[in-house]
């Protein structure tokens, strides 16, 4: 490998310079869900299941690996769009676009549905529930990797758009 491929100096395209952040950028939003999954599987082993974190943790562990089904297909259009903006930046960046659109349209669909649980009565006695209620404080803490996952989405969408490109 040649030193100038280890540090790729930025391609200037209309009237921004695009490097490689972008390309890492596009990469680490795509496949945050599956990271968030990844790092908050060893905390739910370490701590004990009758406090208010296990719950929230472990409900959002269960949405996000049944998630995975939404998910995956997002996180195979971020590695996509990575490799084509490679190749073409604008190309790469209109894929990327429609990744970023899907996960903020995912993430606000299971935002809104949690947030609207809590209006409704608890009936937590299903003994064959996978899921429990949330209650008020814990539902801020499940919802609080989707939001994170919603505005990071949108700020690589407006970063790969912004100086009318």
Same mark, same amino acid.
């Given at each position: 490998?040649?030193?100038?491929?280890?540090?790729?100096?930025?391609?200037?395209?209309?009237?921004?310079?695009?490097?490689?952040?972008?390309?890492?950028?596009?990469?680490?939003?795509?496949?945050?869900?599956?990271?968030?999954?990844?790092?908050?599987?060893?905390?739910?082993?370490?701590?004990?299941?009758?406090?208010?974190?296990?719950?929230?943790?472990?409900?959002?562990?269960?949405?996000?690996?049944?998630?995975?089904?939404?998910? !995956? /297909?997002?996180?195979? @259009?971020?590695?996509?769009? +990575?490799? #084509?903006?490679?190749?073409?930046? =604008?190309? %790469?960046?209109?894929?990327?676009?429609?990744?970023?659109?899907?996960?903020?349209?995912?993430?606000?669909?299971?935002?809104?549905?949690?947030?609207?649980?809590?209006?409704?009565?608890?009936?937590?006695?299903?003994?064959?529930?996978?899921?429990?209620?949330?209650?008020?404080?814990?539902?801020?803490?499940?919802? !609080? /990797?989707?939001?994170? @996952?919603?505005?990071?989405? +949108?700020? #690589?969408?407006?970063?790969?758009? =912004?100086? %009318?490109?």
């Amino acid at each position: 490998m040649h030193e100038a491929d280890k540090y790729p100096q930025p391609t200037v395209i209309g009237h921004r310079a695009r490097g490689p952040r972008d390309i890492e950028w596009v990469l680490t939003v795509g496949v945050a869900p599956l990271l968030v999954l990844v790092l908050t599987m060893p905390i739910m082993a370490l701590i004990d299941h009758q406090d208010l974190l296990p719950g929230a943790l472990g409900d959002w562990n269960l949405y996000a690996v049944f998630g995975l089904t939404v998910f !995956a /297909p997002i996180m195979i @259009v971020a590695c996509v769009a +990575a490799l #084509v903006m490679i190749a073409d930046f =604008r190309a %790469g960046r209109a894929v990327s676009t429609f990744g970023n659109v899907l996960a903020i349209l995912c993430m606000t669909v299971l935002v809104t549905a949690e947030i609207t649980d809590l209006f409704r009565p608890v009936v937590d006695g299903d003994p064959a529930g996978w899921v429990s209620a949330l209650t008020p404080s814990g539902t801020p803490l499940f919802v !609080a /990797p989707y939001i994170a @996952v919603l505005v990071a989405n +949108a700020f #690589v969408a407006l970063r790969l758009w =912004r100086q %009318g490109q």
